[in-house]
């Protein structure tokens, strides 16, 4: 079993900036991929920022403004957001993509709480 745990939202003004944080603990052999995705009331889930070991990829929205990092050693992987707008307001969760010391022939998908994001205009 897998726990993932968000930390970080909370309301800021327009051009401010939060740092969001996952941390994963349990049967976890390895990590493949880690990343965050958020919904915004009315609309889908979308992909924000994802990184494995070898790359990360960005919504367009989040290009030049986002970064994502990634802390092996502590199972973490962070958000930095910076010159957040309005329309960044969602619930952000954080995803994982994890090898289980159980069942180390396969890949498992886990999911955060969520965690609230609000920018104000």
């Known amino acids: 079993q897998v726990q993932l745990v968000e930390s970080g939202g909370g309301l800021v003004q327009a051009g401010g900036s939060l740092r969001l944080s996952c941390a994963a603990s349990?049967?976890?052999?390895?990590?493949?991929?880690m990343g965050w995705y958020r919904q915004a009331p009315g609309k889908q889930r979308e992909l924000v920022a994802f990184?494995?070991?070898?790359?990360?990829n960005y919504a367009d929205s989040a290009k030049g403004r986002f970064t994502i990092s990634r802390d092996n050693s502590k199972n973490t992987v962070y958000l930095q957001m910076n010159s957040l707008k309005p329309e960044d307001t969602a619930v952000y969760y954080c995803n994982a993509k994890v090898v289980l010391t159980t069942t180390p022939s396969g890949e498992y998908d886990y999911w955060g709480q969520g965690t609230q994001v609000t920018v104000s205009s």
């Open positions: 990184v494995t070991r070898g790359s990360a």
């Open positions: 349990g049967s976890i052999l390895r990590i493949n991929a």
